[in-house]
């Protein structure tokens, strides 16, 4: 399984961006994660296969969204609004196609993309 993400970039605070996430091939479930230079990587959001199910950190709750695209049900965005400083990360997606019931441990999740950076100015 190969994934790809996109849409990285600097943006001031308040602003939005887009991130994308292409997958090889279909899979069950997808998650979004975060690593700031000298910290763990975190958990951000997850939707499962079919797209009916989100999960979300607390700290992101409200400003980003993660769905599948429409048309193309390999692709999984993640819209982040109201960006602030403490946003800047390196952003990967992550996949798997084992069931498990944890969305947030970074540990179930076998696939990973290479990243892509997000930068929030103040």
């Known amino acids: 399984v190969q994934l790809q993400a996109s849409g990285g970039g600097l943006v001031q605070a308040g602003g939005s961006l887009r991130l994308s996430c292409v997958a090889s091939f279909g899979w069950y479930a997808v998650g979004w994660f975060r690593q700031a230079p000298g910290r763990e990587r975190e958990f951000v959001a997850a939707?499962?296969?079919?797209?009916?199910?989100?999960?979300y950190a607390d700290s992101v709750l409200g400003r980003f969204f993660i769905s599948r695209d429409d048309a193309n049900k390999y692709t999984v965005h993640l819209q982040m609004n109201s960006l602030k400083p403490e946003d800047t990360a390196v952003y990967y997606c992550?996949?798997?196609?084992?069931?498990?019931?944890?969305?947030?441990?970074?540990?179930?999740?076998?696939?990973w993309g290479q990243g892509t950076q997000v930068t929030v100015s103040s």
């Open positions: 992550a996949s798997r196609t084992r069931y498990s019931s944890s969305w947030f441990d970074k540990n179930e999740y076998a696939y």
């Open positions: 939707v499962s296969g079919g797209g009916g199910s989100q999960y």
